[in-house]
């Protein structure tokens, strides 16, 4: 049971305090809500951007990195179409450097042309780099925007298209952070050697002043039911013929989440998986398959990756898959297998708890969507899901009018 308090400052800052005194260090971690799925469809790749101009210095500290390097402090950040995370840690005994750092730039993040300039070349680049000239590095451009025909899941983090950054203006920054980076769109987990009151006490100190905000009203249209498969050929100079096909799921936090996750589970998790057993090891029809969900906020996408066996075409493949699918979604589970993937999953989940940083990462998660004890729930969500829920989720989820199918090719 991992232990926390927490308060809530006048402005609405969400505070949790997680205390470990049996480390020297602390972290700090700061999770905004907002992701790429709060993006205009023509202004995408913000949150993406933001999460690089607020390194870019702030109004009094215009080098965040280096009174962070002083303290013996190390900080990243990351985004996703849900949420953008900023973390700290350092040792405990300078934990005020990190209050001061993340307050100052919540309250007056520096607007620098120059820097918005630097950032914007850096993102271009990683977006050239990683999506452009990476082999099938455009896979989630291609799949999301064939999965997704309403929903803002429809792109990828970076961004729809690299030209929304190039054209981003001082002004739609500014708008996007004065919406976004408030206290009451924030949730802020202090956790490590450190004291509820002294916590408290820095609270107030660095974040209180800070204006509140309004926090933004979300409406993102529902994603209509799928009720026809969908399929794309792209050719690209590639090294291999890929199969990609994905599946409309459940959101974060719908009940029947854990059971879907268990069927990507029984599906593709280690060499004992249904695919690895029977398309891989048997059938030699792929060299490499794999199964997994996304676990998006709102409704996600159970999916699966294959690279084709040597001679073996991916229209094949796809066969031996679909005929794969077909007769594992019409049998019950095996009660065993369940249970090797239950344990699996719930290792996965107290192995996760052992280090500081995602404990503190997993309360602000659970924090922002809506229940920060989720941390302690999760594995007995994992562990009450039934042999009869799998089999239905399997069975409800695994059709073709509910599948996308991208086929990625090598160019002859």
């Known amino acids: 049971m991992i232990q926390f ?15 470990d005194h049996h480390i ?22 913000f949150a993406h951007l933001f999460e690089h101009l607020m390194f870019g210095g702030s109004v009094n500290i215009p080098s965040y990195d280096t009174p962070l390097q002083k303290v013996g402090g190390t900080n990243n950040a990351f985004t996703s179409p849900d ?16 209050f001061w750092l993340e307050a100052d730039r919540m309250l007056s993040l520096s607007f620098d042309p120059k820097v918005l300039e630097v950032q914007r070349k850096v993102v271009i680049e990683e977006y050239k ?50 919406k976004y980076y408030v206290p009451s769109n924030a949730v802020m987990v202090v956790a490590g050697n450190v004291k509820l009151e002294e916590v408290k006490r820095l609270s107030e100190k660095w974040f209180a002043s800070i204006p509140s905000g309004v926090k933004p009203e979300r409406n993102i249209p529902v994603e209509p039911i799928q009720t026809a498969p969908k399929r794309k ?44 057993q029977k398309l891989v090891k048997n059938e030699q029809l792929f060299s490499g398959l794999s199964a997994y969900i996304t676990g998006s906020f709102d409704p996600g996408l159970l999916c699966i990756t ?33 249970e090797k993937v239950k344990n699996q999953a719930e290792f996965s989940m107290t192995y996760g708890k052992t280090e500081i940083l995602p404990r503190a990462m997993s ?27 799998v089999t239905s989720k399997a069975k409800n989820i695994l059709t073709e009018d509910n599948s996308s199918t991208l086929y990625y090719k090598a160019k002859k």
Do not use: C
């Open 5 to 19: 308090n927490e308060f809530v400052l006048d402005n609405g800052l969400k505070v949790y305090v997680h205390e």
């Open 24 to 45: 020297a260090s602390a972290v700090v971690n700061i999770m905004y809500d907002v992701g790429s799925r709060d993006e205009n469809p023509n202004k995408t790749g």
């Open 83 to 98: 949420i953008t995370n900023y973390y700290i840690t350092l040792p405990a005994q300078n934990l005020e450097t990190a």
């Open 129 to 178: 780099q990683r999506y452009i000239n990476q082999p099938y590095g455009d896979v989630w451009h291609h799949l999301r925007e064939l999965a997704y025909e309403k929903h803002s899941y429809n792109w990828p983090t970076i961004g729809k298209d690299i030209s929304h950054i190039e054209e981003a203006t001082m002004d739609d920054v500014k708008a996007f952070f004065q």
């Open 233 to 276: 050929i792209v050719e690209e100079s590639v090294p291999l013929d890929m199969l990609y096909k994905v599946w409309h799921m459940e959101g974060r936090t719908d009940e029947s989440y854990y059971s879907t996750d268990l069927v990507s589970d029984l599906l593709g998790r280690g060499k004992s998986s249904v695919l690895y």
């Open 306 to 338: 294959g690279k084709m066996a040597d001679g073996v075409t991916i229209e094949d493949a796809e066969a031996g898959l679909n005929d794969t699918l077909k007769e594992f979604s019409s049998k019950e589970i095996p009660t065993e297998s369940l």
């Open 363 to 389: 309360i602000a998660f659970g924090a922002t969507l809506g229940n920060p004890n989720l941390i302690n729930e999760e594995e007995e969500k994992l562990r009450s899901v039934t042999v009869e829920e």
